[in-house]
């Protein structure tokens, strides 16, 4: 055991915790596999359908306005905990977009990005053995964190037989008696499942008969399709004293490197997560806060031009899925599709996700993500590489041609 090993802290472990030769984290492991088809397939060109982020830089507008920005002296400085400029454009966002009326700048504070939000939120209020409800499948950061804390994650399976809602009637007592978060995303990757008012109903009321504080991420809500509309857990009246909603503008603003987003709660709520902020980070640059209001001044035009495009390809994606002969339906928000893996490919059978992932990647060079926290699916995304709508099509056909010809059973 070397100096590092020695000294490194007791909350961590020892390093094979960071050690990507033996512990790989997910993504990093689909990218090496990735690689690796790549190169042993170098005359097909790779179809990416699990990029998760989106596929267009920036309008040109958001960029006019941090490039201007940039060039002024008084911008040059630290931003500590945001400016009031881009906390009132946060907070007519709200208001437009998801009916949250009455908020002050006393409501809201900006974040370097979702994820730096989530991991901060356990300080607050993580003490050793109390415990973060995650559902699963889900996005780690905060229950990470929590277990740096001392506090321990109780995973909630995101299943079919639920409607990808937690099951929180099941948790065991004394689990219950110890939870203290609770995270939450919808719409939710990977599934695309959508939260509904009668569930927000329920939700803010178990939560608050078990003293339990809501988390929700709100990464992808204001991207969506048909008839549904963006929806705030924080349109609950009872939900702003027990909950702090996340809202990103990486997804719907095409703002991913950006890094900005923005925290909703009540005034306690949010003077405890800035004052955590305050020792943390020295804000993010300020011509990004002020492209970042514009943007969510100007959402209508922004997001819709994002909204149409991935409507258009989830049909298309959709109605290439079923003539292969997956069980599919077109989600109402998000850009992701969550389909039941085959049951193999000719002689091959598939025990899970990344069963059929490997598959499909090897022997027809299309790229998913696989999930197997409960039940055995793909996750495909709608920000797959395509430069026009005869593109679109083009990549469909060829998609159908390659997925066809491996004879997969379902």
Known sequence: MDFIDRMVS????????????????????????????????????????????????????????????????????????????????????????YGVDNLTCDNVMHGIGSKSILAMIPIGFINPGDIC???APGYPIMGTYSKFLGGEVYNLPLCKENDFFPD????????????????INYPNNPTGQIATIEYYKY?????????????????????????????????????????LEIHSLSKSFNMTGFRMAFVVGSAKSIKLYSTI????????????????????????????ENIERYSRRFDLLIDTLRKVGFEVEKPKAGFYVYVPIPKGAGNVFFHSGEDAFAYILNNAMISTVPWDDCGAYLRLSVTY??????????????????????????
């Open 277 to 304: 902020k305050g020792h943390t980070d020295s804000g993010q640059f300020i011509p990004i806060q002020k492209a970042a209001a514009f943007a969510l001044d100007n959402y209508e035009e922004l997001i819709e």
């Open 168 to 183: 929180l009637e099941n948790i065991p007592k004394d689990i219950l008696k110890r939870a203290k978060l609770l995270y």
């Open 385 to 410: 590489e395509a430069y026009s709508e005869e593109d679109e099509v083009k990549l469909m056909n060829e998609i159908y041609k390659r997925l066809t010809s491996l004879n997969l059973r379902f």
């Open 133 to 135: 409800l995650m559902t």
């Open 203 to 243: 939700l803010v009321d178990f939560c608050r008969k078990n003293e339990i504080f809501i988390i929700s991420d709100m990464a992808y809500g204001a991207l969506t399709y048909g008839d549904y509309k963006p929806l705030s857990i924080l349109s609950i009246p009872e939900a702003m004293d027990i909950c």
């Open 10 to 97: 007791e909350r961590l472990g020892d390093l094979s915790f960071f050690n990507t030769t033996t512990r790989l984290y997910k993504f990093e492991k689909l990218k090496k596999m990735t690689a690796e088809a790549q190169l042993k397939n170098t005359n097909i060109k790779l179809i990416n359908m699990g990029v998760g982020e989106p596929d267009r830089i920036a309008n040109s507008k958001i960029v006019d306005v941090l490039c201007k920005e940039s060039y002024k002296n008084e911008n040059r400085f630290y931003a500590d905990n945001g400016i009031l400029e881009f906390q009132e454009a946060a907070c007519r966002f709200m208001k437009n977009v």
